[in-house]
């Protein structure tokens, strides 16, 4: 019965002080350059990959306006030698030699190849630079893949998250949850920086905070319009809530709110759901102790969020778990719990439309 009473919810962290260990790895495999204890800055390089090569095939005779049985005379780099980006391979007289028609070399490697009208190179992929993102200790290496950091500070999870990853200090441009951000509110201040927005965010802002190269956006909701804006950008985002103009829940918006003005990273490459995370500098002696996020149970008196329905976005916690099933207003009948959303005001809520937070 207890397995029935409450189920297993989906969790979305919220967490003012938490001790966390986050995978940090490279596309390809490469070379760690740091070691278990070592101390890092968000912006540390803890790894890099290897320049690798890949075959480009190009049809230079079609580009040279020639045969391939006459390219060969016009090569000015031949096969084997190395080449710089830019750097002409083939040039050919024009126009009784008062223009030139040149190819040259889309980046660094070297030719391996020409075969009829068609030229092979081997072009250098650049090397990648791993950092670290979050500010903490090394507790693992991955040889040639990563490491593992210990980092320690506030932890905000989302429901949804595109651009990969952000940093920069958090600033705050809204002053309610359920705010609009509108591009007024963001100017050359703004740029480099994370910003905490409320409800929603409008097409013009989000254009400015392109144009301003801001660092990221926190959001709670987002219209499908922008979503698909979003997805040609390279603007870390993060949204709380979902599609629509979702108020920001009271309890999420607060804990950012007080870290405006302090650094942060927005990662929505967890592997899990993307997150905001605030690194704190922990001192000895009085104040708060960081602790591993301990897993959320569903229990009497377990703060939740509802998911869907007309409550959409609020808080609240277990109060009752009826041991039968409750019939809606649309006639099914369907496994829930009284949910207290203020000191007296209780709603029923079907199970599928909560999770936990915490």
């Given at each position: 019965?207890?397995?029935?009473?409450?189920?297993?919810?989906?969790?979305?962290?919220?967490?003012?002080?938490?001790?966390?260990?986050?995978?940090?790895?490279?596309?390809?495999?490469?070379?760690?350059?740091?070691?278990?204890?070592?101390?890092?800055?968000?912006?540390?390089?803890?790894?890099?990959?290897?320049?690798?090569?890949?075959?480009?095939?190009?049809?230079?005779?079609?580009?040279?306006?020639?045969?391939?049985?006459?390219?060969?005379?016009?090569?000015?780099?031949?096969?084997?030698?190395?080449?710089?980006?830019?750097?002409?391979?083939?040039?050919?007289?024009?126009?009784?030699?008062?223009?030139?028609?040149?190819?040259?070399?889309?980046?660094?490697?070297?030719?391996?190849?020409?075969?009829?009208?068609?030229?092979?190179?081997?072009?250098?992929?650049?090397?990648?630079?791993?950092?670290?993102?979050?500010?903490?200790?090394?507790?693992?290496?991955?040889?040639?893949?990563?490491?593992?950091?210990?980092?320690?500070?506030?932890?905000?999870?989302?429901?949804?998250?595109?651009?990969?990853?952000?940093?920069?200090?958090?600033?705050?441009?809204?002053?309610?949850?359920?705010?609009?951000?509108?591009?007024?509110?963001?100017?050359?201040?703004?740029?480099?920086?994370?910003?905490?927005?409320?409800?929603?965010?409008?097409?013009?802002?989000?254009?400015?905070?392109?144009?301003?190269?801001?660092?990221?956006?926190?959001?709670?909701?987002?219209?499908?319009?922008?979503?698909?804006?979003?997805?040609?950008?390279?603007?870390?985002?993060?949204?709380?809530?979902?599609l629509g103009e979702h108020a920001m829940p009271a309890p999420i918006f607060e804990l950012l709110a007080a870290h405006s003005g302090d650094e942060a990273l927005i990662n929505t490459?967890?592997?899990?759901?993307?997150?905001?995370?605030?690194?704190?500098?922990?001192?000895?002696?009085?104040?708060?102790?960081?602790?591993?996020?301990?897993?959320?149970?569903?229990?009497?008196?377990?703060?939740?969020?509802?998911?869907?329905?007309?409550?959409?976005?609020?808080?609240?916690?277990?109060?009752?778990?009826?041991?039968?099933?409750?019939?809606?207003?649309?006639?099914?009948?369907?496994?829930?719990?009284?949910?207290?959303?203020?000191?007296?005001?209780?709603?029923?809520?079907?199970?599928?439309?909560?999770?936990?937070?915490?």
């Amino acid at each position: 019965m207890a397995d029935t009473l409450f189920p297993a919810l989906a969790e979305t962290r919220m967490l003012p002080l938490a001790r966390i260990r986050r995978e940090r790895t490279l596309p390809t495999r490469g070379e760690v350059i740091v070691s278990v204890g070592s101390r890092l800055g968000a912006l540390d390089v803890v790894a890099r990959s290897h320049a690798a090569g890949h075959l480009r095939p190009v049809p230079l005779a079609r580009y040279m306006h020639v045969t391939e049985q006459t390219l060969p005379k016009y090569m000015v780099k031949q096969v084997g030698e190395e080449i710089q980006p830019r750097e002409i391979i083939a040039s050919k007289p024009e126009w009784f030699g008062t223009l030139r028609r040149v190819y040259r070399a889309p980046g660094a490697g070297y030719i391996v190849a020409l075969q009829g009208s068609w030229l092979a190179m081997n072009l250098a992929d650049a090397p990648f630079e791993l950092i670290a993102l979050y500010r903490g200790s090394v507790v693992s290496v991955m040889p040639r893949l990563g490491v593992v950091i210990e980092a320690t500070g506030a932890l905000v999870q989302g429901v949804w998250g595109i651009g990969r990853e952000g940093y920069g200090v958090l600033k705050k441009l809204v002053d309610a949850p359920d705010a609009i951000l509108t591009g007024d509110k963001i100017d050359v201040n703004a740029r480099g920086a994370i910003l905490l927005a409320g409800a929603g965010i409008t097409e013009e802002a989000l254009q400015r905070a392109v144009q301003e190269h801001v660092a990221g956006l926190i959001v709670g909701g987002l219209s499908l319009r922008l979503k698909e804006l979003l997805a040609t950008l390279t603007l870390p985002t993060l949204v709380t809530e979902g599609l629509g103009e979702h108020a920001m829940p009271a309890p999420i918006f607060e804990l950012l709110a007080a870290h405006s003005g302090d650094e942060a990273l927005i990662n929505t490459r967890t592997g899990a759901r993307p997150e905001v995370f605030i690194p704190a500098l922990l001192t000895g002696g009085a104040g708060e102790t960081a602790v591993p996020p301990s897993a959320l149970v569903a229990e009497i008196g377990a703060p939740v969020r509802i998911v869907a329905g007309p409550r959409f976005g609020e808080i609240g916690k277990i109060a009752e778990v009826p041991t039968m099933p409750r019939t809606l207003e649309s006639g099914m009948s369907v496994w829930g719990a009284e949910i207290e959303l203020g000191q007296s005001s209780h709603v029923f809520v079907p199970w599928e439309n909560l999770e936990l937070i915490g």
